[in-house]
């Protein structure tokens, strides 16, 4: 189940980068990322009710909360800066190049998580680091 979902998000991430380059035109590029943020709130929000997913917020821990909240500041910061390039530059050159974000979290979760780089893990990126500049050049 993790793959379709993972394949969905990737589906989901491709039709955002097309929808907010077509979006963004003539509009300033941190409105926009509010208003996408507002959307994404609400809908959030909107699918914890439904759930009734609400009912876990006192049992999240002190640590967990801090780390949720520099998670929020990490994807507001992300999508600022997504945005703004995304308006200065083409979508097919941009998106690339913000997901070089794989080999980044690849190397963020072995030096802070200890996760282990395996030979595929290295092959991988390694290729995903030469396809980004291949198709960013």
């Known amino acids: 189940m993790w793959f379709v979902l993972a394949i ?4 989901f991430a491709a039709a955002t980068s097309i929808l907010a380059k077509v ?5 300033n590029s941190n409105l926009a990322t509010a208003i996408r943020t507002a959307v994404v ?7 914890v009710f439904i759930t ?15 780390f949720l909240i520099l998670s929020g500041l990490a994807t507001g910061a992300s999508w600022l800066c997504y945005y703004k390039a ?4 083409d979508a097919s050159r941009v998106a ?3 997901k070089f974000s ?12 200890h996760e282990e780089f395996t030979v595929k893990s290295i092959i991988g990126s390694v290729l995903i680091t030469a396809g980004t500049f291949f198709m960013i050049l």
């Open 86 to 89: 995304l308006q200065l530059g």
């Open 23 to 27: 979006g963004i035109e003539n509009v």
């Open 102 to 113: 794989i080999v980044l979290t690849l190397v963020m979760a072995a030096v802070f998580l």
């Open 8 to 11: 969905l998000s990737s589906v």
């Open 52 to 66: 009734g997913a609400q009912h876990g917020i006192s049992g999240i821990g002190k640590k967990s909360w801090i």
């Open 41 to 47: 709130l609400v809908m959030a929000w909107g699918i």
């Open 96 to 98: 690339p190049v913000d």
